[in-house]
């Protein structure tokens, strides 16, 4: 069991690296849910997950949104299943949206925009995922 452990820390830290690197914002407290929400302007938010298949279609998809040509005044990121309560946290923003991990939220003003729930990413390629957010901020981020 000890060696399934070491191997879930690593490809929780690889999930993680994924977003850093891609300029993502990580948000590992509720205080800091709390700061980066109250921020006006607009603010994409992956909820990021260890699940392989959505996963895997998810983070590649939100590395590519970082260079297009409209974008949000802010990129977050909080994990599900592994910073709890700052995931508790964010998902209290998305009024009319269930628990759903990896996921996007688009938010303006700290109010919900639009959604990208993981039925939409899992099973998808992710240029699909990608023309979701591409219109997404299209109307929000110009």
Same mark, same amino acid.
């Given at each position: 069991?000890?060696?399934?452990?070491?191997?879930?820390?690593?490809?929780?830290?690889? +999930?993680?690296? $994924?977003?850093?690197?891609?300029?993502?914002?990580?948000? *590992?407290?509720?205080?800091?849910?709390? @700061?980066?929400? !109250?921020?006006?302007?607009?603010?994409?938010?992956?909820?990021?997950?260890?699940?392989?298949?959505?996963?895997?279609?998810?983070?590649?998809?939100?590395?590519?949104?970082?260079?297009?040509?409209?974008?949000?005044?802010?990129?977050?990121?909080?994990? +599900?299943?592994? $910073?709890?309560?700052?995931?508790?946290?964010?998902?209290? *923003?998305?009024?009319?949206?269930?628990? @759903?991990?990896? !996921?996007?939220?688009?938010?303006?003003?700290?109010?919900?925009?639009?959604?990208?729930?993981?039925?939409?990413?899992?099973?998808?390629?992710?240029?699909?995922?990608?023309?979701?957010?591409?219109?997404?901020?299209?109307?929000?981020?110009?």
């Amino acid at each position: 069991m000890q060696q399934f452990n070491f191997f879930m820390n690593d490809v929780v830290q690889d +999930a993680r690296n $994924d977003m850093i690197q891609a300029g993502y914002k990580q948000l *590992q407290s509720v205080e800091e849910v709390e @700061s980066a929400f !109250s921020q006006k302007g607009t603010t994409l938010v992956m909820i990021n997950s260890v699940c392989g298949c959505a996963g895997g279609i998810a983070r590649p998809a939100a590395a590519y949104m970082t260079n297009y040509e409209h974008t949000p005044d802010q990129f977050v990121t909080v994990f +599900a299943g592994q $910073d709890k309560e700052a995931t508790a946290r964010a998902r209290e *923003q998305f009024s009319g949206y269930g628990p @759903s991990s990896p !996921s996007f939220a688009l938010l303006k003003d700290g109010e919900i925009q639009m959604m990208v729930e993981r039925h939409e990413i899992e099973g998808h390629e992710p240029i699909q995922v990608v023309q979701k957010l591409e219109q997404a901020f299209d109307t929000y981020c110009k």
